[in-house]
């Protein structure tokens, strides 16, 4: 079976532009999780939605926003981009999100730099 | 507010040698730890643990949880080259009707010849 897969694997964009990040979780998993990861941290946390339904989010401002498609695949828009925006963006499938203990398991990444 | 701390940031050994990474945790409500260690780009599953005391181990890499004292390590004995990454330490704490994961700020490995 085909792990997590994203789209694209790197990303370079200007100040104010708006980007689209894609992901496809793994077969059978209904619930993606989107984080930021900036260099030399951890993975922060963003958005978790399952079956289409926004199911949490972070810290993160109004200019973040996803979606949920109902092949389950998922879309991250940033609008507005600032310069620390940069970072790795990580795409995790789980097959519930969290009603049942589970593991998340991580695609690629989208590298994103804002010039 | 929950947060995860990995200690030591960064670490340098030769090959052959044994290593230990630190987790320590302070969450509102605790459902398990993870490990993942991250090479280039996707972090790639290594352990879950949900309970004390109970190791898990898989080759030369093995993990313990300790609920009391909100902790837990990650063993890797006979280090290779190939065990350079950053490890990822996360803690699952269930919210409302998700699960949330806090990510320490991982540990840098680096295994020399």
């Known amino acids: 079976d085909a792990g997590v897969t994203q789209s694209p694997t790197h990303l370079i964009k200007t100040r104010g532009q708006q980007v689209t990040l894609r992901c496809s979780p793994i077969s059978g998993h209904k619930s993606v999780s989107w984080y930021q990861q900036v260099l030399g941290q951890g993975p922060q946390f963003i958005f978790q939605y399952y079956e289409k339904e926004e199911r949490g989010r972070g810290n993160f401002p109004d200019r973040f926003s996803a979606r949920q498609f109902p092949n389950y695949s998922s879309e991250l828009n940033v609008n507005a981009l600032l310069l620390g925006d940069s970072a790795l963006y990580l795409c995790a499938s789980s097959r519930t999100g969290g009603f049942f203990q589970e593991t998340q398991y991580f695609g690629p990444g989208t590298r994103l730099l804002v010039l | 507010e929950d947060k995860v701390v990995q200690s030591p940031l960064s670490l340098v050994v030769h090959e052959g040698d044994t290593v230990t990474l630190n987790c320590s945790y302070e969450?509102?409500?605790?459902?398990?730890l993870l490990w993942y260690k991250q090479e280039k780009k996707a972090p790639t599953f290594l352990f879950m643990l949900t309970s004390s005391g109970i190791e898990k181990k898989s080759g030369r890499l093995s993990s313990i949880l300790d609920k009391k004292e909100l902790s837990s390590i990650l063993n890797i004995t006979a280090t290779q080259t190939g065990d350079s990454a950053i490890y990822l330490c996360a803690v699952e704490v269930p919210r409302d009707n998700f699960n949330k994961f806090y990510f320490g700020s991982g540990t840098k490995l680096n295994v020399k010849p």
């Open positions: 969450v509102t409500n605790f459902r398990s």
